[in-house]
């Protein structure tokens, strides 16, 4: 599943922070939540997140990823909020 987090503030995130990101994630996650290996980075215009999570639907995973990150941005106070979702992929207009 692949997540962004917006930063609250103008800074761009450090890569300490995406650090600790990753760290509070592991932290928050319970054997429910189905995370099996994560990544962040920093792309604009903020932390790019992908989880690999153990699910049965897709729809159930990217409730798990959803979940594990507001849970872990609520108990961290840190300074990014999770993006809305995306409808899917971005639509491009047919080559003629």
Avoid: S
């Avoid at 300490?16 to 932290?27: C, G």
């Avoid at 995370?35 to 049965?56: D, M």
């Amino acid at each position: 599943m692949r997540l962004t987090l917006m930063p609250t503030g103008e800074a761009a995130p450090t890569d300490a922070e995406i650090h600790i990101l990753e760290d509070q994630l592991w932290a928050h996650a319970t054997p429910a939540n189905g995370l099996e290996h994560l990544r962040a980075r920093a792309v604009p215009p903020g932390i790019g997140i992908v989880l690999y999570i153990r699910a049965v639907t897709t729809g159930a995973a990217h409730a798990k990823a959803r979940h594990l990150v507001t849970t872990a941005l609520a108990a961290t106070g840190n300074r990014y909020t999770l993006a809305p979702p995306h409808d899917g992929p971005a639509q491009t207009a047919p080559r003629e």
